[in-house]
């Protein structure tokens, strides 16, 4: 008996090593970036004096400034995840937006925020009627809905909130902004609240910064807030652990497999388009009722920001989450803190790039590392000679870490294998 030793060695390209599977972010592992995340802001008011970092005010600022970007984003998981690119959130978000300021001026802003919803999903319904029934480019589709969302939202205001004589313009609107309505109800949990506040009024490290960020969480919180938070946790929910959710899923992997298997890709497509564009919508109408109005140019790239969302919390709810408080979070600092609060963040920014560098020679990645390590010299150099950034960086600064993000997190990226490609009914037959 004798043991073949000179077996030819599989050469085709198809042999691999294979994979080490990467580390699943668990929960102890959330709550340990989470606890770092405070104790570094903690850390960096006691150094710079910046107090708005971890004050209720700003989180109260950030969390209003996140739903929408949240919304936006969760909507363009939801087409993604079937296999349709969505370009198309910010004319959805628009479109919801003035959909929110036609109605809300008469009806209130529940009715706003429904009707907000109505116009998001007709934009997605035109998108999904597009791309897949039609098999027009996603990209190009997405465009062109941004571009026809910018145009009809501008021609209908000229027409409905601004023609001489009529209601809303003597209510208050004209050929840019519709007519006020009244105010979303709030919540406030008594006690706590004041309880927070106080603790949050001594400035003692790390006890009175959580106090500030949990204080905002408790006080004079928008029932819509609630409601997107209820949104977020049903889609982990429908998508993740349902039978409907697996197939609308399968639609984004292998449609061509699933259509095998009996499942309607059409139909799960344009539900999955439809519903994101009715969340777009719904963040379309957050803008406007949570100022009063629709304004002409409302959304202000939030679709766009949505979309980096999405990639950045690769294609998961609570990804989605994170990324949407963070661009919320330096949305409200160029509103509240201004030059100096991110003036401040620039030390945190160069501390982090040297943990980068660090993490990158420990990988291997030696040129990464340098180049992280003199970035964060000249953050720092930067922070050292200056008092303060100046007003047109502090404005951009919400793109600025969306792009920082985005580049942070391309290695880790794990898109849906469908995502954007062309499908005809019968494929799988």
């Known amino acids: 008996m004798s043991t073949n030793l000179t077996a030819p060695v599989d ?4 042999h691999h090593k294979p994979k080490i599977p990467r580390a699943r972010l668990s929960y102890p592992k959330v709550l340990l970036i989470i606890s770092g995340s405070l104790i570094l802001l903690s850390l960096l008011r006691v150094v710079t004096g910046a107090t708005n970092l971890t004050g209720s005010g700003q989180y109260t ?31 959805m978000m628009m479109l919801g937006a003035f959909s929110a300021g036609a109605v809300g001026w008469q009806h209130g802003p529940w009715a706003a925020a429904a009707a907000g919803i109505v116009g998001g999903a007709l934009g997605g319904l035109l998108h999904a009627l597009a791309t897949v029934t039609f098999g027009v480019d996603h990209i190009i589709s997405g465009v062109a809905i941004n571009i026809m969302a910018l145009g009809l939202t501008q021609f209908l205001a000229k027409l409905w909130f601004g023609a001489d004589g009529s209601a809303a313009a003597a209510a208050g609107g004209n050929d840019k902004q519709s007519p006020p309505m009244p105010d979303m109800p709030t919540f406030t949990v008594p006690g706590l609240s004041d309880w927070l506040y106080s603790i949050e009024q001594h400035h003692w490290f790390l006890v009175s910064d959580v106090a500030g960020i949990a204080g905002s969480l408790v006080t004079n919180v928008s029932w819509l807030t609630v ?21 609308l899923r399968s ?23 439809v519903v994101s564009g009715a969340l777009a919508g719904l963040g379309g109408a957050f803008l406007a009722i949570y100022v009063h109005i629709y304004q002409d140019g409302q959304t202000g790239g939030r679709g766009y920001i949505g979309l980096a969302t999405m990639i950045f919390g690769n294609w998961r709810p609570g990804g989605v989450a994170m990324g949407a408080g963070l661009f919320g979070f330096m949305d409200a600092l160029q509103l509240r803190g201004g030059g100096p609060t991110v003036h401040a963040l620039l030390l945190l920014l ?80």
């Open 61 to 91: 600022a950030a969390l209003n400034a996140a739903v929408p970007i949240g919304l936006a984003g969760l909507g363009g998981l939801w087409a993604e995840r079937s296999g349709v690119i969505n370009i198309g959130l910010e004319g």
């Open 11 to 14: 050469q085709s390209p198809h």
């Open 251 to 273: 639609c984004g992997e292998g449609p061509i497999a699933a259509e095998s298997l009996g499942v309607n890709v059409y139909r799960y497509k344009y539900a999955a388009v």
């Open 350 to 429: 160069a501390v982090l790039l040297v943990g980068l560098a660090l993490w990158k020679f420990r990988g291997g990645r030696r040129t990464q590392a340098v180049i992280s390590l003199v970035a964060a010299a000249l953050l720092a150099l930067w922070y050292a000679t200056t008092d303060t950034v100046p007003l047109e960086i502090v404005g951009v600064a919400p793109y600025i870490a969306t792009l920082l993000v985005l580049s942070l997190a391309a290695q880790r990226l794990r898109p849906p294998k469908a995502i954007g490609k062309i499908y005809r009914r019968g494929q799988g037959k």
């Open 227 to 247: 409601v997107t938070a209820v949104v977020f946790v049903l889609t982990f929910f429908v998508l993740w652990r349902s039978a409907f959710g697996l197939r």
